[in-house]
């Protein structure tokens, strides 16, 4: 290999838009824990922050051309809205904005085969997005708040693999992870398969068949980086993804 080949592959990864407080400042802002993209450098890969902004698909495509690869992070709920449902009264309130940027970069993303991550809200990103729904509240369908124990304390849970899956091929048979979310996949979208669940049969996992890297956890890889599998992952799918897009 040489020349653009040697260069690293660049990953776009979504970002919050929330009131946020630093130093004297009390204002709006665009941020993403330094984990999610320190789980992308570590595993081979430029990391650049795709904050919400006004998007169209030109927009859209325009951003897309300068990376090889798309993580949609973890976050706020999704609005209900976009599958059909009223809000649940433990349901966030809806960010427009960045359900707008997540859901039209993952539209033109799906059409050019770029390759995804989608961590916790972004997994139901996905879902949503291929016209599944949601359970809005966790706790109404499994009796109990461990998926989100408390605020801003993850739980570990042993999710199951399906053989035969992406997922399975990287984690093995199991794997120990770190939870946090109060929803999950119900209806899933059309054309993913479920490629790991919990010991309650919550859907953990998700993913579509075929030759492009397109897998969504329910989980938080990023809160544990002596396993860069995942990230590792979507690197080499987005490597891949870059020499293919050079010798077009």
């Given at each position: 290999?040489?020349g653009s080949?040697?260069?690293?592959?660049?990953?776009g990864?979504t970002?919050?838009?929330?009131q946020a407080?630093?130093g004297?400042?009390?204002?709006?802002?665009?941020?993403?824990?330094?984990?999610?993209?320190e789980?992308?450098?570590?595993?081979?890969?430029?990391?650049?922050l795709?904050p919400?902004?006004?998007?169209?698909?030109k927009?859209a495509?325009?951003?897309?051309?300068?990376?090889?690869?798309?993580?949609?992070?973890?976050?706020k709920?999704?609005d209900p809205?976009?599958?059909?449902?009223?809000?649940?009264?433990?349901?966030d309130d809806?960010?427009h904005d960045?359900?707008?940027?997540?859901?039209?970069?993952?539209a033109?993303a799906?059409?050019?085969?770029?390759?995804v991550?989608?961590?916790?809200?972004?997994?139901?990103?996905?879902?949503?997005a291929?016209?599944?729904?949601?359970?809005?509240?966790?706790?109404?369908?499994?009796?109990?708040s461990?998926?989100?124990?408390?605020?801003?304390?993850f739980?570990?849970?042993?999710?199951?693999?399906v053989?035969?899956?992406?997922?399975a091929?990287l984690?093995?048979?199991?794997?120990?992870?770190?939870?946090?979310h109060?929803q999950?996949i119900?209806?899933v979208?059309?054309g993913?398969?479920?490629?790991?669940?919990?010991?309650?049969?919550?859907?953990?996992?998700?993913?579509?068949?075929g030759?492009?890297?397109?897998?969504a956890v329910q989980?938080?890889?990023?809160?544990?980086?002596?396993?860069?599998?995942?990230?590792a992952?979507?690197?080499e799918?987005?490597?891949?993804y870059?020499?293919?897009r050079t010798?077009?």
């Amino acid at each position: 290999m040489s020349g653009s080949e040697d260069l690293p592959p660049v990953v776009g990864m979504t970002t919050y838009l929330e009131q946020a407080q630093t130093g004297v400042w009390d204002v709006r802002a665009s941020f993403l824990p330094h984990i999610y993209f320190e789980g992308v450098t570590m595993a081979g890969g430029i990391a650049v922050l795709l904050p919400p902004q006004p998007v169209d698909d030109k927009i859209a495509d325009r951003v897309l051309d300068g990376v090889h690869g798309l993580v949609i992070t973890g976050g706020k709920d999704v609005d209900p809205a976009r599958y059909g449902q009223r809000p649940h009264l433990r349901t966030d309130d809806p960010r427009h904005d960045r359900d707008a940027w997540e859901f039209a970069l993952l539209a033109r993303a799906l059409k050019r085969e770029l390759p995804v991550l989608g961590i916790c809200r972004g997994a139901q990103v996905l879902n949503v997005a291929l016209g599944g729904t949601l359970h809005q509240h966790l706790p109404d369908v499994v009796g109990h708040s461990r998926h989100q124990a408390d605020n801003a304390v993850f739980s570990e849970s042993r999710v199951h693999t399906v053989p035969g899956t992406r997922l399975a091929a990287l984690l093995g048979e199991y794997s120990d992870e770190q939870c946090y979310h109060h929803q999950a996949i119900a209806e899933v979208g059309d054309g993913l398969v479920v490629s790991a669940r919990d010991a309650d049969g919550v859907i953990e996992a998700v993913e579509l068949p075929g030759d492009s890297f397109v897998l969504a956890v329910q989980w938080h890889p990023e809160e544990r980086l002596n396993d860069l599998r995942l990230f590792a992952a979507v690197v080499e799918a987005a490597k891949a993804y870059a020499i293919h897009r050079t010798n077009a």
